[in-house]
């Protein structure tokens, strides 16, 4: 009689054991199978978690940030803290606002509409030339310079858009003026210039 064979084995049966502490230890033979799922899974580590450095690096780049973002806090503080002050850039102890002036007087060139009752009332940036209002200003100021029959031909074209207006069908005319105010009472309400000098007056269409 031939050699028996021996018998064939389930394959699963003879790829796991035991281990010690009760877990299942995966074969050689199976280990070889593996597919890519299972080599991924393996590479998290010998106990299956994630990088144990990954949180103290986290922890280290916030930490930098932080230290970062006070220094250049600190840093934009500094000036305040130099006797005397020293105003300088990038550094500023932002003078505009913390000295005190000794005038407050402003002196402004604008376009003024007159009312049929006598009120006035300031002349929109656009309606001068510009939706900017320092290059209203300044077309204003050109003008004035440039003597009255300028100031007289920027009234006129004023007035002209001034009256396409619905929202100023009130206004009946124009006046280019350079009026003087105290800067502080004058957000406080009292708008009334301390000067005034009126450089061109015109009508606002057949109003």
């Not at 002196?107 to 001068?128: H, K, M, N, Y």
């Not at 929202?167 to 009472?185: K, L, M, N």
Request: aromatic residues 6%; contains cysteine; positive net charge.
């Amino acid at each position: 009689m031939g050699r028996a064979r021996p018998r064939r084995q389930d394959a699963g049966a003879l790829a796991r054991a035991e281990r010690p502490g009760g877990g299942t230890a995966v074969s050689a033979g199976e280990g070889g199978r593996r597919g890519p799922a299972s080599v991924a899974r393996g590479g998290a580590g010998p106990s299956g978690g994630a990088d144990p450095g990954a949180g103290a690096r986290w922890v280290d780049r916030r930490a930098y940030a932080y230290a970062v973002t006070a220094g250049l806090l600190l840093l934009m503080l500094a000036p305040l803290f130099r006797r005397p002050p020293v105003d300088s850039f990038p550094l500023s102890t932002y003078p505009m606002f913390s000295w005190g002036r000794h005038d407050a007087r402003t002196t402004v060139e604008r376009a003024v509409g007159v009312d049929s009752r006598g009120g006035r009332r300031p002349i929109p940036p656009r309606l001068v030339g510009s939706e900017e209002v320092l290059q209203a200003r300044a077309t204003l100021a050109q003008s004035i310079r440039q003597g009255a029959r300028a100031a007289r031909a920027l009234c006129r074209g004023i007035a002209a858009r001034v009256a396409q207006q619905n929202g100023h069908a009130d206004i009946v005319s124009v006046e280019i003026r350079t009026d003087t105010f105290d800067a502080i009472a004058f957000f406080d309400g009292q708008e009334t210039p301390l000067d005034a000098k009126l450089h061109a007056t015109c009508k606002v269409g057949a109003r």
